[in-house]
């Protein structure tokens, strides 16, 4: 079984910055991708960035330049600093998984972390 633990979030003042982790628990042979969604109240879930193994990055619009998202040299944890936040920011923010691969073989197409919540407000 694999699940994904996120931490970092909480209030922030605009301007201000946070850092977001998630870790993939279990037997992992390898993850592809790896990525962060967010999910403000009354919208649909974004894509804020993402990760392949290789290290390609790909990053939404509204967060370029001010979000970097990197992993690990295991390639199990994912993390996303956020720099320069706006109101505009405030989500849940979801660790995504896409493409694992077990260390016995199991595959799983895409597993998703609870949720942690991002505040900007003064």
């Known amino acids: 079984q694999v699940q994904l633990v996120e931490s970092g979030g909480g209030l922030v003042q605009p301007g201000g910055s946070l850092r977001l982790s998630c870790a993939a628990s279990?037997?992992?042979?390898?993850?592809?991708?790896m990525g962060w969604y967010r999910q403000a109240p009354g919208k649909q879930r974004e894509l804020v960035a993402r990760?392949?193994?290789?290290?390609?990055?790909t990053y939404a619009d509204s967060v370029k330049g001010r979000f970097t998202i990197s992993r690990d040299v295991a390639g199990n944890k994912v993390y996303l600093q956020m720099n320069s936040l706006m109101p505009e920011d405030t989500a849940v923010y979801y660790c995504?998984?896409?493409?694992?691969?077990?260390?016995?073989?199991?595959?799983?197409?895409?597993?998703w972390g609870q949720g942690t919540l991002v505040t900007v407000s003064s």
């Open positions: 995504n998984a896409d493409n694992l691969r077990m260390v016995d073989g199991t595959r799983y197409l895409e597993i």
């Open positions: 279990g037997n992992i042979f390898t993850i592809y991708v």
């Open positions: 990760i392949t193994s290789g290290g390609s990055t």
